[in-house]
């Protein structure tokens, strides 16, 4: 079976940075891309941005884009969100999925881990 | 980025009922949009992709319609594991976006 299992809650100070792991299993690591998504607590659904294991290509949101750098590490089949110059507002929980496309292009996420707390308090 | 608004943010409703969820795009999406369900506590699942198609497993009583900028996510005959919250997320571009959710609850 497919499995992300991410890494343990985070805290951190405001201006700090923070890096979560996304470790796979039950599938070739290369073959998939991931999306990362958070969640502040009582809100929706945000995407931040998407990597493809294969040739490390990247796409972040226009939002994120100069705080956040996502990894991966095909020896391990992990993936990495890091995260730089944390705000109180950066307060989510954080999902690694995996990105499943049609024969046409078309993704979706159909695999996700459970997700990291990261909470950023002084 | 485009933008995906969906309505209403929440629903009342009952065991039984048929309900349908709307998102819309701010630009044409041709049918790069997927339908999540989330509940509390957990990491959402994916429901239907590219406007219509079932994803694996999951009950035909959902089904997705829709193309270009309106969509449609319809739930027939309510069943008590249903509560929850809907997205829906487009993929068309690049950078993916969802809409802010849409909260269904029991009546």
């Known amino acids: 079976q497919v499995h992300l299992v991410q890494s343990g809650p985070e805290v951190k100070k405001p201006g700090a940075s923070v890096k979560v792991s996304c470790k796979t299993s039950?599938?070739?690591?290369?073959?998939?891309?991931f999306s990362w998504v958070r969640q502040a607590p009582g809100q929706g659904l945000e995407w931040l941005g998407w990597v493809n294991p294969y040739d490390g290509h990247t796409n972040y949101a226009h939002k994120f884009q100069d705080r956040i750098n996502l990894t991966t590490d095909t020896s391990t089949s992990t993936a990495y969100m890091e995260m730089k110059s944390l705000k109180s507002g950066d307060t989510a929980v954080y999902y690694c999925a995996r990105d499943t496309r049609t024969t046409l292009g078309m993704s979706r996420l159909d695999y996700w881990g459970l997700g990291t707390l990261v909470t950023v308090s002084s | 980025d485009i933008q995906m608004t969906q309505s209403p943010s929440s629903l009342s409703a009952s065991v039984g009922d048929r309900v349908t969820i709307t998102c819309r795009a701010s630009?044409?999406?041709?049918?790069?949009l997927n339908w999540y369900q989330q509940k509390p506590g957990r990491a959402p699942k994916v429901l239907i992709y590219?406007?219509?198609g079932l994803h694996t497993g999951v009950p035909s009583r959902f089904t997705g319609s829709g193309s270009g900028t309106d969509f449609t996510l319809t739930i027939t005959s309510l069943q008590p594991e249903d509560f929850a919250t809907y997205y829906c997320q487009q993929t068309y571009s690049t950078l993916s976006t969802f809409g802010r959710g849409t909260k269904l609850e029991i009546k």
């Open positions: 039950g599938y070739t690591f290369t073959r998939y891309s």
């Open positions: 630009q044409s999406i041709s049918s790069y």
């Open positions: 590219a406007a219509s």
